[in-house]
């Protein structure tokens, strides 16, 4: 049924409860997507716990470009995701990530 192009006050009760769930489904859906985002951002005291750094550290190495940082401004904001990949890789600088995927790229046009 097209709902869309009807006014509100036509539609039957059935159909509004139908128009009305089709929105809260939608909007469950994205709330989720908005928490999974929320939950992957954080900031400088989790990240330097995540990393086994002091806080002091934290900014140092990223003012060096050694830790990747979503957002350098205040507050300074990281991918948990990320850091955990960065982790698992032997925490390499922000240069040797860059050369890397430059490297990668350039093998697959190859």
Not at 49 to 59: F, G, I, K, P, R
Request: hydrophobic share 35%.
């Amino acid at each position: 049924m097209n709902l869309n192009k009807r006014p509100l006050y036509s539609l039957s009760v059935g159909e509004f409860i139908e128009l009305f769930e089709s929105i809260n489904r939608d909007n469950n859906m994205l709330s989720k997507q908005v928490d999974t985002v929320k939950m992957d951002i954080i900031y400088v005291q989790e990240a330097a716990e995540l990393m086994s750094y002091t806080v002091s550290t934290v900014y140092t190495k990223v003012s060096r470009k050694e830790i990747p940082v979503l957002n350098h401004g205040r507050p300074l904001t990281f991918s948990r995701r990320i850091l955990q990949e960065w982790i698992k890789k032997g925490r390499p600088t922000v240069n040797e990530m860059i050369a890397d995927e430059f490297s990668n790229s350039q093998n697959k046009h190859l």
